[in-house]
């Protein structure tokens, strides 16, 4: 079996009957993602229970601001969340959930009353470019939730920005 190796930028290369990479590490270590930099900025629990949601639409307008709408659910208290979009490392606010969903209030099953402010809507305070983008959802507790996660934006080009 004839083995190659080859070292390109901190990373070697074994190729044969199977694949091995080895990464070299000889320097500062990377922190942590964006994301865990931005929960632990904010002070947010990430729980996957908490809150539950879809995006519906995510588009981005003219100007290049991300427009989302959809629905968020606070399983724990039945009240408003936030919904928020993460740019670099801080999460950006783009909407607040407000207004019924009746689709929303039958899959559930819970009572209007409880789901009355399912429904969000809003745009990013500045121009984005076309992903990967995370969107979360916190409720009042701090509680955070993933509602969707390396979404590309179709039909995107990132001239303009």
Sequence with gaps: ???????MGGLATLVG?????LKIIDGPQLGPPDFDLA????????SSDAVVGAVDVIQRDPTGRLQLEGWAFDKELA???TVLL??????QRVAVTSGPRPDVTAILNHSPEQTRNVA???????PVDCGP???????QKKHLSILASEVM?????????
């Excluded at 009957?17 to 990479?21: A, E, V």
């Excluded at 983008?133 to 409720?139: K, L």
């Design 17 to 21: 009957s199977f694949w091995l990479t």
């Design 79 to 81: 009240q408003p969340v």
């Design 39 to 46: 929960v632990a900025a904010d002070g947010f629990a990430l």
């Design 120 to 126: 969000f809507a809003g745009l990013t305070g500045q």
């Design 1 to 7: 079996m004839k083995t190659v190796a080859t070292v």
């Design 153 to 161: 934006l179709p039909r995107c080009t990132t001239r303009g920005l």
């Design 133 to 139: 983008h995370t969107i979360v959802a916190v409720n």
């Design 86 to 91: 993460l740019v670099g490392p801080k999460f």
